[in-house]
């Protein structure tokens, strides 16, 4: 079934700055003037590389072994015959599990005193026996809903945390939102869409916010959304909305099902984007005319659980 054990990894904080600055002594300069420890760079990029070594080292279980850079990752053809283990961070974990399908995912903490790894349930001296178990079909999976916003144009996107809908810069975002029946001209700064996955994420912050506020002006706070990392729906909420002559907020927050999907109509002329997981280079541009369709993607991602 499984041809060859697919190896991603990263580019640490270090070897991005060397590749930016050409030399790695022209790199400490900039990290000492900015007034942080180049030694803790050197450190963590150590680590991470003697982590890589040994983790390759441990996937010898008799198939090919190839070593992508999440940078390929995009526009690599997976083809469905891959085991996929992912060194991480947890974002990493959550930017490849949007390409690879519904194929097996293993996620590795390289350096657990560094990483949460709240996607990484395996250190390098247990991958081996987890890519083996996957091999033998006794792996235990999670199956994690996945977002997903569709052009008219049959542009397509998926997030494993969240989306957001919006403007690139900070300039406020205009759009006509539909859901439920309803529909209503909007300007905020943007629509921030959640997956389950995602719900401990950027979307609690907007509830801590409400939160906080309400307290503070005699309210009585309500509860956030917290979605199961299975749960076959998303949460949307409108962040900051303007009400104006030409916008309203009525429809500032919601669920969205199969059945009842979100849609927005960008009015914006220019700038307009739809990116997911935080990744602004991973995005559909959202001009004036354009609709987008959001909803629980059919496709969802399957991470290997310890």
């Known amino acids: 079934m499984f041809e060859k054990i697919l190896l991603v990894t990263r580019r640490t904080r270090l070897a991005g700055l060397v590749e930016r600055f050409n030399t790695k002594k022209q790199a400490k300069f900039y990290v000492e003037n900015a007034g942080q420890d180049f030694d803790e760079f050197e450190r963590e990029d150590q680590a991470y590389a003697r982590a890589v070594d040994r983790l390759r080292d441990s996937l010898d279980v008799g198939l090919p072994v190839q070593q992508v850079d999440r940078g390929l990752v995009p526009t690599f053809l997976f083809t469905g015959k891959e085991v996929v283990v992912v060194a991480g961070q947890d974002g990493l974990v959550a930017n490849v599990a949007k390409y690879v399908g519904e194929q097996p995912l293993v996620g590795v903490n390289p350096d657990p005193d560094r990483f949460d790894g709240v996607l990484l349930p395996y250190e390098v001296p247990q991958a081996r026996a987890a890519v083996r178990k996957v091999l033998e079909g006794k792996a235990r999976t999670r199956g994690v809903t996945l977002a997903e916003a569709r052009l008219e144009d049959g542009q397509r996107l998926l997030a494993f945390n969240d989306l957001f809908i919006g403007a690139r810069t900070h300039v406020s975002a205009r759009y006509r939102l539909s859901h439920g029946g309803q529909e209503e001209a909007q300007s905020s700064s943007g629509v921030l869409v959640s997956t389950g996955a995602g719900s401990s994420g950027w979307l609690s912050s907007v509830f801590t916010l409400a939160r906080a506020?309400?307290?503070?002006?005699?309210?009585?706070?309500?509860?956030?959304?917290r979605l199961s990392w299975e749960e076959p729906r998303l949460a949307f909420v409108v962040r900051e909305p303007f009400v104006s002559r030409n916008s309203s907020a009525e429809l500032v927050g919601g669920f969205v099902t199969p059945e009842q999907e979100l849609v927005l109509e960008s009015r914006m002329p220019s700038g307009g984007v739809i990116f997911s997981d935080?990744?602004?280079e991973d995005f559909l541009a959202f001009g004036a005319g354009a609709r987008a369709h959001i909803r629980p993607a059919k496709q969802r991602a399957r991470l290997v659980m310890a």
């Open 213 to 225: 506020l309400t307290a503070r002006t005699g309210g009585v706070p309500g509860g956030e959304w």
């Open 278 to 280: 935080g990744m602004e």
